[in-house]
């Protein structure tokens, strides 16, 4: 029998836990605290998956209890409900502004009541479901990944193989890469979103990272009579040129894969694509430039989510993607569309 979700209910006023109480009893079970005090020491015990809390509470109110909880690992995911009989608009953007999920005034609405628990653990469990889901299919799909990617060099190793061999090679490596990158950010982005993201950087090679990605474009550019360039610190890069940057190889990836990938899509005919890595003062500047146009319809909301134009394929995410990446990096990200040519420029510290 699958047990039914926990509400902790905490409201000073004993007649409304009890009508709190009669309203959720038959589909969850309810704890009560008539106390902010009570109410940490239950919710950090029982864990309870969602919790209505009375704003107004002699001793701690509301807003000091749910700061406790957001600053606790522990509980600071448990979703809260504020219950309240305050009507100013400022209190309940105050609440919101602290991690509140809703606001319930009193007096009490049954169905409104009902309905809003419902939705938010109905979400809850989405989102772990989700998690759950991926968790999942990063742990059993990396295994075969990890031979995807390393068979190819070893094969190398092995022996001598002309260029043709090579080439295919390092195409299977890179669409390991390109594999393993899908399969980690998209439970990375949805961290970032919600600001949860572990960022972890190290030093790394970003001209060998924008090789790949120049190879993964590689079939459409030729069949489109494009030409992908890197370009180091203002002068078309070496064959086999570093430029070392402290930031995670995945994310720079992946972010570079998008960007690419549009300006490809939005390169006219014999154009070309160019990455230009270029050293800041306390930073770095990464930037990819096509010839073109951006439409009027999208500048505004060029980085926004699900953002597109003209395109019968394609998600909107990624510049969305980007920006996110940039920022989990503490850097940013701009676009600008001047005299015939498309910036998207990204800026990193180190």
Known sequence: MTEKPTVLAVDDTPENLHVLMDLLKDEYAIIAAKDGEKALKLARSKDPDIILLDVMMPGMDGYAVIRELKADEQTKDIPVIFVTSLSEAGDETKGLALGAI????????PDIVKARVRNHLELREAVRLREDVER?????????????ISLPQLILMSGEYDEHIKSML????????????????????FKMERGTYNFVPE???????????????????QMRGLELVL?????VAAVDQ????????LLCYSMLGNLVGNS??????????????????????????????????IKKRFFAKYATS??????????????????????DISMESVDGEVTVAVTLPQ
Do not use: W
Request: hydrophobic share 40%.
């Open 264 to 297: 490809v899509d939005a390169c006219p005919k014999g154009g070309a694509v160019r990455v230009c890595l270029q050293r800041q003062e306390g930073a770095v500047r990464i930037s990819v430039h096509n010839p073109g146009e951006v439409p009027e319809e």
């Open 170 to 189: 390092g195409r299977i490596e890179d669409a390991g890469y390109t594999l393993l990158s899908m399969i980690n950010m998209s439970t990375a982005l």
């Open 242 to 249: 570093e430029f070392k940057i402290t930031a995670e190889e």
């Open 203 to 221: 030093s790394m090679d970003l001209a060998a990272v924008v090789r790949k990605v120049f190879i993964g474009h590689e079939d459409t550019a």
């Open 102 to 109: 809703d606001y319930i005034a009193k007096p009490f609405n």
């Open 310 to 331: 003209g395109k019968d394929r394609g998600t909107g995410l990624g510049t969305y993607s980007a920006m996110l990446i940039a920022q989990a990096h503490g850097g």
């Open 231 to 235: 370009e180091i610190d203002g002068s």
């Open 136 to 148: 999942i299919m990063r742990h059993d799909l990396k295994s075969p990944l990890t031979s995807v």
